[in-house]
Nanobody, 112 residues
Framework: QVELVESGGGLVQPGGSLRLSCTTS????????MGWYRQAPGKQRELVAM???????NYGDFVKGRFTVSRDNAKNTLYLQMNSLEPEDTAVYLC??????WGQGTQVTVSS
């Protein structure tokens, strides 16, 4: 049974940081490129970051160097370090394995 479970979301003030984790099971993590997407109310789902099997990364234009995606194949876990958060980053953040499998998401709210 494939599972992707996100954690680490929450309420943070503008300028703050969060580290999201996506713990996976039920598939061979190291065989998949992994990604983070986000979806805000009334908006389309958009790519935040992705990382290939070899560690090459790609980010949405809005990231502007604020976020870092990483993976630990030994722990079957994907991470997203988010710094300098802005209110516009408020969304549900979802983890995906090659867009074939998805987690349920974790809420990130940036507000003072």
């Amino acid at each position: 049974q494939v599972e992707l479970v996100e954690s680490g979301g929450g309420l943070v003030q503008p300028g703050g940081s969060l580290r999201l984790s996506c713990t996976t099971s039920g598939f061979t993590f190291s065989d998949y490129y992994m990604g983070w997407y986000r979806q805000a109310p009334g908006k389309q789902r958009e790519l935040v970051a992705m990382i290939t099997r070899s560690g090459t990364t790609n980010y949405g234009d809005f990231v502007k160097g604020r976020f870092t995606v990483s993976r630990d194949n030994a722990k079957n876990t994907l991470y997203l370090q988010m710094n300098s958060l802005e209110p516009e980053d408020t969304a549900v953040y979802l983890c995906t394995a090659a867009r074939a499998y998805w987690g349920q998401g974790t809420q990130v709210t940036v507000s003072s």
